[in-house]
């Protein structure tokens, strides 16, 4: 059996009044992510933690911001693309591990729906999608919530 690691990263800028979505799941926060498509922080380190491991590049050559098609559009939309692609060069999901880096809200009361969502959009298991959380302990950007920052790896099996 062949396998293959993949590892991604994403970081967005929050703002006041503006949706918070993370893993699919509306945190209903005061401040939230900004971006050209939902700005899912989380679904983008995956896409990227995907696309990297079957060596297709990462998530901005696939979904350009410059595309009209992808604006405000649901990153679990872009997460199915990104299977889509992985599963046309022969490969299929083992399992994901990701970090979210954020000060606030508190994520643990959101994980459950985070991976319901993530394991219907990849055809998984919510078994194999770990997702775990930290802050910046009020340092930098993160402590001063102007940003939020995802890691995400992931191994892929050869079909």
Same mark, same amino acid.
């Given at each position: 059996? $062949? @396998?293959?690691?993949?590892?991604g ?6 703002k006041?009044?503006?949706?918070? %979505?993370?893993?699919?799941?509306? +945190?209903?926060?005061?401040?939230? *992510?900004? /971006?050209? #498509?939902?700005?899912?922080? +989380?679904?983008?380190? %995956?896409c990227?933690? +995907?696309l990297?491991?079957?060596n297709?590049?990462? @998530?901005g050559?696939h979904?350009?911001? &410059?595309?009209?098609?992808? $604006?405000?559009? #649901?990153?679990?939309?872009?997460? =199915?693309? #990104?299977? =889509?692609?992985? $599963?046309?060069?022969g490969?299929?999901? /083992?399992? %994901? ?9 508190k994520?643990?009361?959101? @994980? ?8 219907e *959009? @990849?055809?998984?298991s919510?078994?194999?999608? #770990?997702?775990?959380? &930290? ?6 950007? %993160?402590?001063?919530?102007e ?7 992931? +191994?892929i099996?050869?079909?």
């Amino acid at each position: 059996m $062949k @396998i293959r690691v993949g590892f991604g990263f994403d970081v967005h800028q929050l703002k006041d009044n503006h949706p918070f %979505i993370i893993g699919g799941v509306d +945190l209903g926060h005061h401040k939230g *992510a900004f /971006g050209h #498509s939902d700005a899912d922080v +989380l679904l983008h380190a %995956i896409c990227d933690a +995907l696309l990297g491991a079957a060596n297709l590049r990462d @998530i901005g050559f696939h979904f350009k911001n &410059t595309d009209d098609r992808w $604006k405000g559009i #649901s990153s679990l939309i872009l997460l =199915k693309e #990104s299977v =889509k692609l992985i $599963k046309e060069k022969g490969y299929q999901v /083992g399992n %994901i591990d990701a970090m979210l880096c954020i000060e606030a809200p508190k994520i643990n009361p959101y @994980i459950e729906a985070m991976q319901q969502n993530i394991a219907e *959009a @990849i055809g998984i298991s919510t078994e194999d999608i #770990s997702i775990k959380a &930290t802050t910046n302990e009020t340092m930098g950007f %993160i402590g001063r919530e102007e940003g939020v920052v995802a890691y995400a790896v992931c +191994l892929i099996e050869k079909i």
